[in-house]
């Protein structure tokens, strides 16, 4: 037994495991060596890295249980720029004495258990240094589980607490141990991370985490020894990596790579002795982040005296500006903007003192002040605004720009909270508003990182809307509800409620804007309370009783909330049943636009909607333009973690045609982050008055004071409220609104007065005239930082890691501009005497705008930098100089501008990448390497470029006779150099195309080397380097060029402008004869004298010989040998035979005239009458559609193959016609055909209307340059037009001609032709409609019988795309052979919302059915027209006429069929003699009023009375005639009529009358006796009421009743506008009654009696009814014990409805004949 008993004491003893914890025993010291070292650069081998290496020596005490001692010996900084890993580092002795002066002093740190606790440090010891001791004790943290060896914790390092996993390996044999940790940086509680200008990028918590644009790893390895006394760690390595890719590419990274080796050296048995000055505790492992200036990534900066080195830094800004290095100015006022934030009060303001006073100084520093962000920089801004040191506009721009800098502290709000009461921001309403947003926009900064934000932050904009509602201020109401929404605080909720009906019945009074400003206030507070504002902005959208633009607001509102599918289906069943067609449009529409999303952050949202859109019925999405629409547009892509989408909201109102709210928006997505770009809106309300007449008086006419007083026998009616034209727009960026401005008439007068002290508008264009003759001459300079976004962790050797992007702005503009006009202007000035008045402008306008961006991923402190920078740079630049003279009586405009005189950059673009190096000690001595070692290309700027074997064919466009003033010393250098070594690619590119005459050079230069044959990512792609811009320089040349001057001349004085300058350049006399002999010379100075005729024959004998020949040559994109422009595409080649030698081509066309001028004798006129119309009706056939000669609306056959059949096809009349035509002419000779031909130029019987002249002068040379002549004819059956450019001087045969021309109201023809004589070059285009199977379709066919190989070479490279493309978007295609020289195009509009497109290419076919319209398109074949198109009329007549007659409302009456300005079609018997408002103007204006009656005696008739202005016309019929009154006295109906004023117009139509009157909104009024017909101007929308509805598109409310109620049929509907009348003989016997049901009801269980609503036909006192009519009307019921009757006088009308019941109506009356009063 007791054996047994020490056997398991032994066991017990031998199993315990032993301690690995590190010890440190006391009074001994352990020394270590420390090597560690940060490498920044792209992976691979021979590539640019920089870095920073530490090593030092490390001696480690213990002084107590816990306590310990460090002290850090010979440090040693060395700095690492080069290529890896064949250049060495390089030590940095000044950077090493600075770093040691810190290190060098005794740390302590509390140790246990492997556990570092709290660091000490001395007092002044930077944190950086602090930082780095937490670098090196971090290898010493240590976590042991002893019963495990395999295990995860959360463990406190220095970048945070993170899950860490240990892995232990025990050697017990010999005492040893290895220890292995890693972490996952990504996966940490609580992470240390600083992040700067990033409020406004929202984080998705719910998004997929599987991929990281950044990603983190961190693994230490420990060699331990132990024995009885304990764990002593003899070496610890580190290796921490971090890849970023910018474009989540897994090869496309970004690599930081940092080690750390720890080894024992050896133990002394001396120990450290401890500090004589007291430690501070500097906290935890944990990384402290720097309280002191934040390094930006620019070259650093040693600061010692800031105040001096600011006012050297801005007079070096300036002086960089004026030389035009942007660059180097940019760097520097980041400097400025970097030394402003450390600055004081008292330092600025004597930098203000200094430079307030000098113009170019002080943008610069005001743009400074706002960057810096700082809280002294924001007081002394609000300083100086208090002080009134800036006027308005400096106010204005400085405003925003600070507000969204500023850092938010307490200390900043409350500067911000005092601005909001300053005397001279409330004296100004612009700098008010900029003040409150941007107040709203810094509580939403400083609260966004907590979740409860101070009440007394919010409360200024609380008491301003407090303030608003008691004063009733609706401006002020708007302005308090957009700085609450920027705040974007859920505590504000219930003060947004008291704006919303819904909520608070105060609010129904308010204005509608307000409503809508108060539920968009809502959007931005969903984003922390997304359930509350969900449910809220549900119980708006469910309101009824509201605008239909507050709903939609609402419903854009709740889908930012992303609702789940039980709100969403329940908005769908709301929609079932939605009165407002507006609403159920948009949300439909808006529900739709989600559905179809691919966002990680809106799956959810968007599967609910594919669900909920399936409830719905899908004429929803048929609704056309008059409803409100949600358009979207946006993609995302997953491999790359990016996207973006744009959004529209389009909200109509029933009032109007147009849309009175529109939103657009652009957002971005980003790795699990989105961000609102920009949002801007417009909002307008009562617009359409601006587009009429409004000098019309319309309440003094007696119109307006009838229809006053029949509005009171109407129960309840009431007019439309007045609605003030207003405009209103609002500017978002980044999710803060900025700017919003509201433009009313009231505004337009103020600013009018303010600015020219009168509110004539004459008086004002007078003035403004008159400042303009003075001259204008002005200099402004805004310099902006557009951002700044830092993202820093931690690395392992305790040196921050950045990721900083910023960016730097610039736009400048000089301008000296003197206008002098004669005769002067007189002191009636009239606008109209503008356009007799010669003026002479002497301008010189100068423009430049600059961006820069730098990014960077590396080391930055404030003592030295390491890493990577990428820098962008665009570059814009203008400047004009010119004299113009401008003879507004003569049409003529004359400039003059100088030539080129020296080099000018117009615009560049550029970026660099490299690796950095620098520290602070040697600010001078930068370091910088090329990521890619540098390779050499050669710049080919001299030498011509060489075309490819394919396209250097006879004809090649280079060899052309093209004039030297396009394109003479033309050159094209081009090399492609390729070193697939370590050099990488690296290529430069030079066009240049020059003009002597001209004196200038155009050059495109294009240089680039990249990492793509790396790695082909987006990345690779973007490191490295790349130049592209644009130059404008000299040409030296024998001749002096003083000015080039431009002159063009209209009217009737064009001709002899292009002679004048003809004969100014020779020695003929001036040409005075007459107009033939002006257009004969006119002829032969353009060259083109023969060049008709000469086409012309060539053209016919071409067409005999074109059927011999096929189709040989199908390359894409062929050479020069294609084909002449031709219908029939089979006569490519034959007809190329004559093109191949352009020098030939004259003598063989001679030689074919002369043959035709033999022979034409003995032939028939017929055959050449034949001929043309064989190559017409050739042009409509076409080979690759050849197979589809059978059944081609089959449905199994694929859309490609059907074919096109134009209009012309179609009409058999104009079948009919041609051949008449055809035949005419054949009858008529060859001397008809001849006329035909010499009419194809429009010089023969047309004066040109346009000549402009492009020329150079000289002192003593010839002025060459450019002319060119513009005919038109709009007069004949064909309009047509007709250009030509060619060359002043004689000697050049280069020329340019244009023709485009209508065929019909079907097809437009158009060509382009350039080279010798215009024989050269040729594309050709015509635009067709017609059908496309049974769709209506439009064809566009592209020919281009002969181009530039250049045109070709580009051509190729595009289609080159083309599949790939064609595949993305979903496009079916199919390789098919066609027309080697002929593109078309075919859309065919299918349904108003989808089309088909065909594309047919020579090799290849693309095409794709059913595709959505962003917006339906108006295609209904039974929409009348009017008016018959003529002739002339181009190929979208009818696409336009069909929208404009879509705009227009008709009402139309036909015996008992009514059908409404909506379109609702019931059937109605009029009562007998009744008058019945059909339509009447029911806005305030009252404008006119349209009744209607059925006469007893014949019932087949109507008749009409119809009020307007001071006119009373009666349309009826007598004696089977119509006949007409005007004020009660008859009129002739065959003669027109027309008012005294002109605003009415009466005349016979057909069988009956028309009348006019569209000042007043009646389009047309037409009237036979049984047909009735009017329509209304679409400003009138919403505007009208009566039988034939309100035109506000709500068909679903369209029996709305005069009291607003809605009637339950339509025979309700139409009594309810029965106009009542006394009972007298011949007039209407019928009255409305309120009725009661006379059997008793049982309502909820309970005796009743019930009343009517709404009052019911009856016949008069006296009378008995005849016939009557059931009707279904609402009925009030109270109990049956209650007082009240029908006698009593209470608003029946006014109390709910509980049943519906129906009733008889009376519809006829016998009545006892009673005398008429007199």
């Known amino acids: 037994m007791k054996g047994l008993i020490l056997a398991l004491v032994l066991s017990i003893v031998g199993g315990q495991k032993q301690d690995l914890e590190p010890v440190f025993l006391i009074g001994k010291t352990y020394l270590y060596s420390y090597d560690s070292f940060i490498l920044h650069g792209l992976p691979g081998r021979g590539l640019a890295m920089a870095g920073v290496r530490l090593t030092s020596k490390l001696a480690i005490s213990r002084v107590s249980h816990s306590d310990h001692l460090l002290q850090i010996q010979s440090p040693k900084l060395e700095e690492y720029n080069g290529f890896w890993p064949t250049d060495p580092f390089t030590p940095s002795s000044r950077l090493t004495e600075t770093i040691a002066a810190c290190l060098s002093q005794a740390f302590k740190f509390e140790y246990t258990e492997g556990r570092v606790g709290s660091i000490y440090a001395p007092e002044d010891c930077p944190i950086l240094c602090t930082n780095l001791v937490r670098g090196i004790l971090n290898m010493m943290q240590i976590t042991i589980k002893k019963a495990q060896k395999?295990?995860?914790?959360?463990?406190?390092?220095?970048?945070?607490?993170?899950?860490?996993?240990?892995?232990?390996?025990?050697?017990?044999?010999?005492?040893?141990?290895?220890?292995?940790?890693?972490?996952?940086?990504?996966?940490?509680?609580?992470?240390?991370?600083?992040?700067?200008?990033?409020?406004?990028?929202?984080?998705?918590?719910?998004?997929?985490?599987?991929?990281?644009?950044?990603?983190?790893?961190?693994?230490?390895?420990?060699?331990?020894?132990?024995?009885?006394?304990?764990a002593l760690m003899t070496s610890a390595t580190s290796e921490q990596l971090y890849q970023i890719s910018p474009f989540n590419e897994p090869s496309g990274v970004v690599v930081m790579e940092a080690r750390q080796e720890l080894s024992l050296v050896t133990i002394k048995r001396t120990p450290i002795h401890a500090p004589k000055t007291q430690l501070q505790n500097q906290g935890s492992l944990r990384y402290h982040f720097s309280g002191e200036l934040l390094q930006m990534p620019i070259p650093l900066l040693r600061i010692k005296n800031p105040d001096l080195q600011l006012t050297e830094t801005l007079r070096q800004v300036v002086q960089k500006n004026k030389e035009g290095a942007a660059k180097e100015a940019s760097v520097k006022f980041l400097q400025m903007v970097q030394l402003l934030r450390i600055v004081t009060l008292d330092q600025i303001e004597f930098l203000w003192v200094q430079f307030a006073s000098h113009p170019p100084y002080r943008p610069w520093f005001l743009s400074a002040i706002c960057a810096a962000g700082a809280t002294n920089t924001f007081r002394f801004l609000k300083q100086k605004i208090h002080d009134g040191k800036l006027n308005i506009w400096e106010a204005a721009a400085t405003l925003p720009l600070a507000s969204h800098f500023v850092t938010p502290n307490k200390e900043t709000l409350e500067v911000a909270s005092s601005l909001l009461t300053c005397p001279q921001i409330q004296k100004a309403p612009l700098l008010q508003i900029l003040v409150y947003l941007g107040y709203g926009s810094m509580v939403n900064k400083y609260c966004a990182q907590s979740s409860l934000c101070p009440n007394e932050l919010l409360q200024p904009l609380h008491d301003l809307a407090t303030e608003a509602v008691s004063k009733g201020d609706a401006k002020d109401m708007a302005?308090?509800?957009?700085?609450?929404?920027?705040?974007?605080?859920?505590?504000?909720?219930?003060?947004?409620?008291?704006?919303?009906?819904?909520?608070s019945l105060a609010a129904a009074s308010l204005p509608n804007r307000i409503h809508a400003d108060a539920v968009l206030a809502l959007r931005k507070i969903a984003r922390k309370d997304p359930a509350k504002v969900r449910e809220i902005a549900l119980q708006v959208f469910m309101d009824n009783t509201l605008a239909p633009n507050v709903r939609m607001m609402a419903c854009v509102v709740l889908f930012e909330t992303k609702p789940a599918l039980p709100v969403v289906t329940a908005m769908a069943s709301s929609l079932l049943t939605e009165p407002s067609l507006q609403v159920a449009s948009f949300t439909y529409s808006h529900m739709k636009a989600l559905a179809v999303g691919r966002i990680p952050q809106l799956y959810n949202l968007s599967a609910a909607c594919n669900i909920a859109i399936k409830l719905l019925s899908p004429r929803l999405d048929r609704l056309s333009y008059r409803y409100s629409k949600v358009i979207h547009v946006g993609d995302y892509s997953p491999e790359y973690q990016a996207g973006a989408i744009w959004r529209t909201y389009l909200m109509n109102s029933p009032s109007t045609m147009f849309p009175t709210d529109i939103i657009t928006k652009v957002r971005g997505y980003y790795a699990n982050t989105a961000t609102d770009i920009i949002e801007v809106a417009l909002r307008s309300r009562g617009l359409t008055k601006l587009i009429r007449k409004q000098n019309i008086p319309f309440a003094e006419y007696d119109t307006h004071k009838a229809l006053k007083e029949l509005s009171k026998t109407l129960l309840g009616w009431k007019e439309l409220p007045p609605e003030d034209p207003m405009l209103s727009a609002y500017i978002k960026i980044l999710g803060q609104e900025i700017a919003f401005v509201d433009v009313d008439k009231d505004a337009i007068q103020q600013t009018m007065m303010s600015l020219t002290g009168s509110s004539n508008r004459q008086l004002v264009l007078k003035k403004v005239v008159e400042e303009v003759q003075r001259g204008i001459s002005g200099r402004w300079t805004l310099p902006a930082m557009v951002g700044e976004l830092r993202h820093i962790v931690p690395t392992v050797l305790g040196m921050p890691l950045e990721l900083g992007l910023c960016g730097t702005a610039l736009a400048q503009g000089a301008a000296d501009v003197?206008?002098?006009?004669?005769?002067?202007?007189s002191d009636n000035f009239r606008p109209s005497q503008l356009l007799e008045t010669n003026m002479d402008v002497h301008a010189d306008i100068k423009s430049k705008a600059y961006f820069h961006m730098i990014a960077m991923m590396g080391i930055n402190t404030q003592y030295f930098q390491s890493g990577l920078e990428f820098h962008a740079e665009f570059y814009a630049n203008t400047a004009m100089k010119f004299d113009a003279m401008i003879n507004m009586k003569e049409k003529n405009l004359k400039t003059e501008a100088p030539p080129c005189h020296q080099e000018v950059e117009l615009a560049a673009v550029r970026s660099e990448a490299y690796a950095i190096s620098r520290n602070m000690e040697e600010v001078d001595s930068e370091k910088k390497s090329q990521l890619l070692p540098r390779g050499k290309a050669p710049i080919i700027s001299g030498q011509p470029f060489q075309p490819s074997e394919r396209s250097s064919k006879p004809g090649n466009w280079k060899q052309s006779s093209i004039p030297s003033v396009i394109s003479e010393g033309y050159q094209q250098g081009s090399e492609e150099a390729y070193h697939l070594s370590l050099r990488g690619r690296f290529y430069t590119h030079v066009f240049c195309r020059e003009s002597e005459n001209l004196g200038c050079s155009a050059c495109l230069s294009l240089k680039s080397q990249y990492s793509a044959f790396l790695s082909n990512t987006y990345l690779h792609k973007l490191v490295g380097e790349f130049e592209a811009k644009i130059v404008l320089k000299p040409v030296h040349t024998d001749a002096d060029i003083d000015k080039i001057q431009l002159e063009i001349q209209a009217g009737s004085k064009a001709a002899s402008k292009i002679i004048d300058v003809a004969s100014s350049g020779s020695k003929e006399e001036d040409v005075t004869s007459p107009y033939e002999d002006i257009q004969a010379k006119l002829k032969k100075i353009l060259g083109i004298e023969n060049m008709f005729k000469d086409s012309n024959k060539t053209r016919i004998h071409t067409k005999r010989i074109e059927r011999k020949h096929?189709?040989?040559?199908?390359?894409?994109?062929?050479?020069?040998?294609?084909?002449?422009?031709?219908?029939?595409?089979?006569?490519?080649?034959?007809?190329?035979?004559?093109?191949?030698?352009?020098?030939?081509?004259?003598?063989?066309?001679?030689?074919?005239?002369?043959?035709?001028?033999?022979?034409?004798?003995?032939?028939?006129?017929?055959?050449?009458?034949?001929?043309?119309?064989?190559?017409?009706?050739?042009?409509?056939?076409?080979?690759g559609d050849r197979h589809c000669s059978g059944d081609h609306q089959q449905a199994n056959l694929p859309v490609f193959r059907f074919w096109f059949k134009s209009a012309d096809e179609q009409d058999p009349e104009k079948e009919v016609l041609n051949s008449s035509i055809s035949s005419s002419s054949s009858a008529s000779g060859?001397?008809?055909?001849?006329?035909?031909?010499?009419?194809?130029?429009?010089?023969?019987?047309?004066?040109?209307?346009?000549?402009?002249?492009?020329?150079?002068?000289?002192?003593?040379?010839?002025p060459t340059g450019l002319q060119l002549v513009l005919y038109t004819d709009m007069q004949s059956m064909r309009s047509r037009m007709q250009m030509f450019v060619s060359s002043i001087a004689g000697s050049s045969r280069w020329k340019l001609c244009a023709d485009a021309s209508v065929v019909n109201s079907h097809e437009v023809l158009g060509s382009l032709k350039w080279g010798k004589d215009c024989q050269d070059y040729q594309i050709a285009a015509q635009i067709a409609t017609g059908q496309l199977a049974a769709y209506p379709a439009m064809q566009t066919k592209l020919e281009w019988p002969k181009v530039p190989s250049i045109v070709q070479t580009t051509a190729r490279w595009l289609y080159s795309f083309l599949p790939g493309a064609a595949y993305v978007l979903g496009y079916s295609q199919r390789q098919q052979r066609g027309p080697s020289h002929q593109a078309t195009l075919v859309v065919a509009l299918t349904s108003p919302r989808t089309c088909d497109v065909i594309l047919k290419l020579p090799e290849l076919t693309i095409y794709n059915r059913a595709i959505r319209l962003p917006l339906p398109f108006p295609s209904s074949p039974g929409t009348p027209i009017p008016i018959v198109p003529p002739p002339d009329w181009n190929v979208f007549s009818q696409a336009t006429l069909s929208i404009l007659e879509n705009l227009k409302a008709r009402c139309s009456v036909f015996q008992n069929k009514i059908t409404t300005f909506n379109g609702v079609r019931f059937n109605y018997s009029m009562p007998a003699n009744c008058y019945h408002i059909l339509v009447q103007d029911c806005s305030p204006e009252l404008k006119f009023l349209v009744m209607m009656k059925r006469p007893e005696e014949s019932s087949d008739f109507t008749a009409i009375n119809v009020r307007l202005a001071?006119?009373?016309?009666?349309?009826?019929?007598?004696?089977?005639?119509?006949?007409?009154k005007i004020n009660g006295v008859q009129a002739p109906t065959d003669v027109p009529y027309t008012s005294n004023s002109g605003n009415m117009l009466i005349s016979s139509k057909k069988e009956g009358l028309s009348l006019k009157a569209p000042d007043y909104g009646i389009e047309e009024l037409y009237y036979d006796g049984r047909r009735f017909e009017i329509q209304v101007a679409f400003w009138m929308a919403g505007k009208t009421c009566g039988v034939c509805g309100k035109y506000d598109a709500e068909k679903e409310r369209e029996y709305q009743m005069p009291s607003g109620y809605l009637a339950k049929d339509p025979v309700s509907f139409g009594q309810s506008w029965i106009i009542s009348e006394d009972?007298?003989?011949?007039?209407?016997?019928?009255?409305?009654?309120?009725?009661?049901?006379?059997?008793?009801?049982?309502?909820?269980?309970?005796?009743v009696k019930c009343f009517s609503v709404e009052p019911v036909l009856h016949c008069a006192e006296g009378c008995s009814a005849t016939s009557t009519v059931s009707v279904s009307v609402g009925f009030h019921c109270v109990p049956a014990d209650s007082t009240l009757d029908l006698q009593a006088q209470m608003r029946l009308d006014q109390k709910s409805e509980d049943v519906v019941s129906r009733v008889s109506a009376h519809t006829g009356c016998s009545c006892q004949q009673k005398p008429c009063p007199a």
Not at 479 to 503: H, Q, V
Not at 1623 to 1647: D, M, N, S, W
């Open 1230 to 1262: 060859e001397g008809n055909s001849t006329a035909m031909s010499q009419s194809k130029f429009l010089g023969d019987s047309k004066p040109p209307i346009l000549a402009a002249v492009l020329r150079a002068m000289g002192r003593n040379e010839q």
């Open 479 to 503: 302005l308090a509800l957009k700085a609450i929404s920027n705040a974007g605080e859920p505590a504000s909720i219930k003060r947004i409620l008291k704006f919303l009906p819904t909520f």
């Open 150 to 230: 395999v295990y995860e914790l959360q463990e406190a390092g220095i970048e945070g607490i993170c899950q860490t996993k240990y892995v232990i390996q025990d050697d017990g044999k010999n005492n040893r141990a290895t220890i292995s940790k890693s972490k996952n940086l990504m996966d940490c509680q609580e992470r240390a991370v600083k992040n700067v200008g990033m409020a406004y990028i929202r984080l998705c918590p719910t998004c997929p985490l599987k991929v990281r644009n950044i990603k983190g790893t961190v693994m230490f390895t420990y060699k331990m020894k132990y024995n009885d006394r304990g």
């Open 1110 to 1183: 096929k189709a040989a040559d199908t390359d894409l994109w062929a050479g020069p040998g294609a084909a002449p422009l031709s219908s029939s595409s089979s006569s490519s080649t034959a007809s190329s035979a004559d093109s191949k030698e352009p020098g030939n081509e004259h003598k063989k066309d001679d030689s074919r005239q002369s043959g035709k001028k033999r022979g034409s004798r003995s032939r028939s006129s017929s055959s050449v009458s034949s001929a043309s119309s064989n190559s017409y009706s050739s042009s409509r056939d076409h080979p």
């Open 1510 to 1524: 001071s006119h009373e016309v009666d349309m009826y019929v007598s004696n089977g005639l119509i006949q007409l």
């Open 1623 to 1647: 009972t007298c003989a011949g007039a209407c016997k019928l009255q409305r009654k309120f009725v009661k049901i006379e059997k008793p009801v049982a309502f909820e269980k309970k005796a």
């Open 818 to 825: 003197d206008i002098q006009t004669s005769p002067p202007l």
